[in-house]
């Protein structure tokens, strides 16, 4: 059969699917429970009780189905071996905490945790706050924005072209030599420049997430009252303070949120690295070599072992994010 | 503590004039009411004097000061907000000290004029408390509280009650006429639409046109109910609002003056028309509550059938079929009357309590 019209069968069959679910479900479950009869009031309410969890039976399902069961899955083969056959215990975990390749990713990912989200939501809220006072403010908050709509591997190749080096006697291509060359400078292999490599590539990811931040800072900062503004401008405060103490505090749940969001982001990274540099010349990230262990070399039980870190170091910040989040809501 | 001269004060947004010819001289120590319909630019107004709006025409003095050009914190004046616009981040304490910690006032100072406000204010036991754990009245107070520590020449209100509920409204109004009372040397500009408000707080009362503008009249608050200069002010001055009654002169004498009203009636006015020929049109106003019924003998002023009447125990709101074109005719009877749907009424109305406006609505008083 033709692909096409599979796909379009499937996608027809499983909405189909869908609604009888829903609309069969709940036929059900109102023939149990009748809202009529001497029980009509107790039947109402325990039908009430149940349908929620009817409804979201699936969802739950198919949620533990890919993402709670992995995480099993994850658990039992970081204590496997490389033919995934035989329990070795901590052994990889072991392998992990001695591993040189390993402490340099956890250390980039704490430069990048540190980096990225500090300057993503400072240079998000230093554009919502200046584009709100201008009149092109809205076509520069475009502008800032798109790169967010751009994947982290198509970013990552337009950036290549910034960073790119040919060689000493070449032309230049990339626009970074070709400014520093025009200056008078050597062009150098930019990606290749321990320490600096790593602040180029985060680089990438800021530009990207600066958007991000702005859009909900700048959001936050259009719905503080105007008039508590007025009364600090009446109280002698600059704007500067104004800025400062009257604005800042009471968007700081908003930049909680903006932070942690792009934290558990950068814990994520792993497009970036893999197509700038595969994590050579010292800017191996945690996702990164987890590919690299699993896929690469073969070792699915070191790679689960890479896995679980990431997601321990993201529990946490995930769990105060989404606190912050109901917070912001309540 | 200072006094306010507004000269020839204008706004406009483009060609969009808000306000105009707006001369106001206001004395240290007054509580100035604004008072107007919506859209009349009352509020325009008091932001203007704050220096939150750009003023467009004319000067404005603070003691004697010109203040256009002067950044609203160095006007020597405090506004409290409508919203409150208390600081949602702050602490009672912190919302009252934020202005005196931007002028970089020593600590014990601010200290001692915050809890001296807090004192006078009963909010001595919230000091700690944010704003969200406050009840409305008491984050009117702390907005009130942040005004005063600043002890600022002019105090500004803006429609400071709005927020709250009736019988709250009450008790603030009153804590808003003693707190006056014991700072009988500050100046204050309060802008409002209730005109009880504005009755019972103001030395003098502005009343703004929406339609022209203009200031329709400044006075106090008695002038403004006993003498209005105009039907504007007539009309918008007390509830329900004043009878307008057509009608023509028949004879002008020169300290009274008769009319023929249109609807039937005849009324004597004691003000002057003099010049005038008889058969010129004329509008006669009556309070409401200043109808009574029309015993035999007296001049009757209008007569008509009731169409409605509300009966509120201490008065009897009667409403009289409207004639084409005019509002209708309404009369306070003092007490529980025996009217219902349909009776005949006779009124009348003691002549001093007349107003009689020419065509153009302009009071024959001020002639």
Same mark, same amino acid.
Not at chain 1, 98 to 104: G, M, S, V
Not at chain 1, 106 to 123: D, G, H, Q, R, Y
Not at chain 2, 148 to 161: A, G, H, Q, S, T
């Given at each position: $059969?033709?692909?096409?019209?599979?796909?379009?069968?499937?996608?027809?069959?499983?909405?189909?699917?869908?609604?009888?679910?829903?609309?069969?479900?709940?036929?059900?479950?109102?023939?149990?429970?009748?809202?009529?009869?001497?029980?009509?009031?107790?039947?109402?309410?325990?039908?009430?009780?149940?349908?929620?969890?009817?409804?979201?039976?699936?969802?739950?399902?198919?949620?533990?189905?890919?993402?709670?069961?992995?995480?099993?899955?994850?658990?039992?083969?970081?204590?496997?071996?490389?033919?995934?056959?035989?329990?070795?215990?901590?052994?990889?975990?072991?392998?992990?905490?001695?591993?040189?390749?390993?402490?340099?990713?956890?250390?980039?990912?704490?430069?990048?945790?540190?980096?990225?989200?500090?300057?993503?939501?400072?240079?998000?809220?230093?554009?919502?706050?200046?584009?709100?006072?201008?009149?092109?403010?809205?076509?520069?908050?475009?502008?800032?924005?798109?790169?967010?709509?751009?994947?982290?591997?198509?970013?990552?190749?337009?950036?290549?072209?910034?960073?790119?080096?040919? +060689?000493?006697?070449?032309?230049?291509?990339?626009?970074?030599?070709?400014?520093?060359?025009?200056?008078?400078?050597?062009?150098?292999?930019?990606?290749?420049?321990?320490?600096?490599?790593?602040?180029?590539?985060?680089?990438?990811?800021?530009?990207?997430?600066?958007?991000?931040?702005?859009?909900?800072?700048?959001?936050?900062?259009?719905? %503080?009252?105007?008039?508590?503004?007025?009364?600090?401008?009446?109280?002698?405060?600059?704007?500067?303070?104004?800025?400062?103490?009257?604005? %800042?505090?009471?968007?700081?749940?908003?930049?909680?949120?903006?932070?942690?969001?792009?934290? %558990?982001?950068?814990?994520?990274?792993?497009?970036?690295?893999?197509?700038?540099?595969? +994590?050579?010349?010292?800017?191996?990230?945690?996702?990164?070599?987890?590919?690299?262990?699993?896929?690469?070399?073969?070792?699915?039980?070191?790679?689960?072992?890479?896995?679980?870190?990431? $997601?321990?170091?993201?529990?946490?910040? $995930?769990?105060?994010?989404?606190?912050?989040?109901?917070?912001?809501?309540? | 503590?200072?006094?306010?001269?507004?000269?020839?004060?204008?706004?406009?947004?483009?060609?969009?004039?808000?306000?105009? #010819?707006?001369?106001?001289?206001?004395?240290?120590?007054?509580?100035?009411?604004?008072?107007?319909?919506?859209?009349?630019?009352?509020?325009?107004?008091?932001?203007?004097?704050?220096?939150?709006?750009?003023?467009?025409?004319?000067? &404005?003095?603070? #003691?004697?000061?010109?203040?256009?050009?002067?950044?609203?914190?160095?006007?020597?004046?405090?506004?409290?907000?409508?919203?409150?616009?208390?600081?949602?981040?702050?602490?009672?304490?912190?919302?009252?000290?934020?202005?005196?910690?931007?002028?970089?006032?020593?600590?014990?100072? /601010?200290?001692?004029?915050?809890?001296?406000?807090?004192?006078?204010?009963?909010?001595?036991?919230?000091?700690?408390?944010?704003?969200?754990?406050?009840?409305?009245?008491?984050?009117?107070?702390?907005?009130?509280?942040?005004?005063?520590?600043?002890?600022?020449?002019?105090? &500004?209100?803006?429609?400071?009650?709005?927020?709250?509920?009736?019988?709250?409204?009450?008790?603030?109004? /009153?804590?808003?006429?003693?707190?006056?009372?014991?700072?009988?040397?500050?100046?204050?500009?309060?802008?409002?639409?209730?005109?009880?408000?504005?009755?019972?707080?103001?030395?003098?009362?502005?009343?703004?046109?929406?339609?022209?503008?203009?200031?329709?009249?400044?006075?106090?608050?008695?002038?403004?109910?006993?003498?209005?200069?105009?039907?504007?002010?007539?009309?918008?001055?007390?509830?329900?609002?004043?009878?307008?009654?057509?009608?023509?002169?028949?004879?002008?004498?020169?300290?009274?003056?008769?009319?023929?009203?249109?609807?039937? *009636? !005849?009324?004597?006015?004691?003000?002057?028309?003099?010049?005038?020929?008889?058969?010129?049109?004329?509008?006669?106003? !009556?309070?409401?509550? #200043?109808?009574?019924?029309?015993?035999?003998?007296?001049?009757?002023?209008?007569?008509?059938?009731?169409?409605?009447?509300?009966?509120? *125990?201490?008065?009897?709101?009667?409403?009289?079929?409207?004639?084409?074109?005019?509002?209708?005719? /309404?009369?306070?009877?003092? *007490?529980?009357?025996?009217?219902?749907?349909?009776?005949?009424?006779?009124?009348?109305?003691?002549?001093?309590?007349?107003?009689?406006?020419?065509?153009?609505?302009?009071?024959?008083?001020?002639?």
């Amino acid at each position: $059969m033709n692909p096409i019209i599979l796909a379009l069968v499937t996608v027809v069959l499983g909405v189909i699917a869908c609604v009888t679910y829903f609309f069969g479900s709940n036929w059900v479950l109102d023939r149990i429970y009748p809202d009529t009869g001497p029980n009509a009031g107790r039947n109402i309410n325990r039908a009430n009780a149940v349908r929620p969890w009817l409804f979201m039976l699936p969802a739950i399902a198919i949620l533990g189905l890919y993402l709670v069961y992995p995480v099993f899955n994850s658990i039992w083969l970081s204590m496997m071996d490389r033919s995934r056959e035989n329990f070795v215990g901590l052994e990889n975990y072991r392998w992990m905490i001695a591993d040189d390749k390993f402490q340099e990713s956890l250390f980039n990912n704490a430069m990048w945790l540190i980096i990225v989200p500090a300057m993503s939501t400072l240079f998000g809220l230093i554009a919502a706050g200046l584009t709100d006072r201008i009149w092109w403010g809205n076509i520069a908050k475009s502008l800032i924005f798109m790169p967010m709509a751009i994947s982290f591997v198509g970013a990552s190749v337009i950036w290549k072209f910034i960073y790119d080096y040919r +060689g000493e006697d070449q032309t230049q291509i990339g626009l970074l030599n070709s400014i520093v060359t025009s200056l008078g400078g050597d062009p150098q292999a930019w990606i290749t420049i321990p320490f600096w490599n790593d602040i180029f590539l985060m680089v990438i990811l800021i530009w990207i997430q600066t958007g991000f931040a702005m859009v909900i800072l700048s959001a936050a900062l259009r719905g %503080i009252p105007e008039e508590t503004i007025e009364a600090a401008v009446l109280d002698g405060a600059g704007p500067l303070t104004v800025f400062f103490k009257i604005k %800042i505090p009471q968007i700081a749940g908003t930049i909680a949120v903006v932070w942690t969001t792009i934290t %558990i982001l950068v814990l994520k990274v792993f497009d970036i690295v893999f197509a700038m540099t595969n +994590g050579e010349w010292g800017t191996q990230v945690l996702a990164n070599y987890m590919y690299r262990m699993t896929f690469i070399d073969g070792h699915a039980g070191r790679g689960s072992a890479i896995a679980l870190t990431i $997601m321990v170091l993201v529990i946490p910040i $995930m769990i105060w994010n989404i606190r912050n989040a109901l917070k912001e809501n309540a | 503590m200072a006094s306010l001269l507004l000269q020839n004060i204008a706004k406009s947004y483009g060609t969009v004039e808000v306000l105009k #010819d707006i001369d106001l001289d206001i004395e240290q120590g007054e509580l100035i009411v604004f008072v107007g319909p919506s859209g009349c630019g009352k509020s325009t107004l008091l932001r203007m004097i704050a220096g939150l709006e750009k003023i467009t025409g004319g000067d &404005l003095y603070i #003691d004697g000061e010109r203040m256009n050009d002067t950044p609203p914190s160095k006007r020597g004046i405090a506004m409290v907000f409508q919203s409150y616009a208390l600081y949602p981040h702050m602490t009672v304490y912190d919302n009252m000290a934020f202005a005196l910690k931007v002028a970089k006032m020593p600590k014990a100072e /601010i200290d001692q004029r915050v809890r001296n406000a807090g004192k006078i204010l009963q909010l001595t036991d919230y000091l700690d408390r944010l704003p969200k754990a406050l009840s409305g009245g008491q984050r009117q107070r702390v907005a009130i509280g942040r005004s005063i520590v600043r002890d600022p020449k002019v105090y &500004l209100f803006d429609e400071p009650l709005s927020n709250l509920d009736a019988a709250l409204r009450v008790d603030t109004r /009153i804590e808003i006429a003693q707190l006056k009372e014991n700072m009988p040397e500050s100046t204050m500009i309060y802008v409002t639409h209730d005109q009880v408000e504005a009755m019972t707080l103001a030395t003098r009362i502005v009343v703004l046109n929406n339609k022209t503008h203009t200031i329709a009249q400044f006075g106090t608050p008695l002038d403004l109910y006993q003498r209005p200069e105009n039907t504007f002010v007539a009309q918008f001055i007390g509830s329900p609002k004043m009878n307008l009654l057509p009608g023509t002169i028949s004879a002008a004498q020169d300290t009274t003056t008769t009319i023929d009203v249109t609807a039937g *009636g !005849v009324a004597t006015v004691p003000v002057s028309a003099a010049g005038l020929p008889s058969g010129t049109e004329v509008q006669l106003g !009556v309070r409401p509550e #200043d109808f009574v019924v029309a015993q035999p003998g007296d001049a009757v002023i209008f007569e008509g059938q009731a169409s409605y009447t509300e009966k509120l *125990g201490e008065v009897t709101v009667v409403y009289f079929t409207p004639r084409d074109g005019e509002d209708s005719v /309404i009369a306070k009877i003092p *007490g529980i009357a025996d009217v219902s749907k349909g009776t005949q009424l006779s009124l009348t109305a003691s002549p001093d309590k007349l107003h009689l406006f020419d065509a153009s609505g302009h009071s024959f008083f001020y002639k």
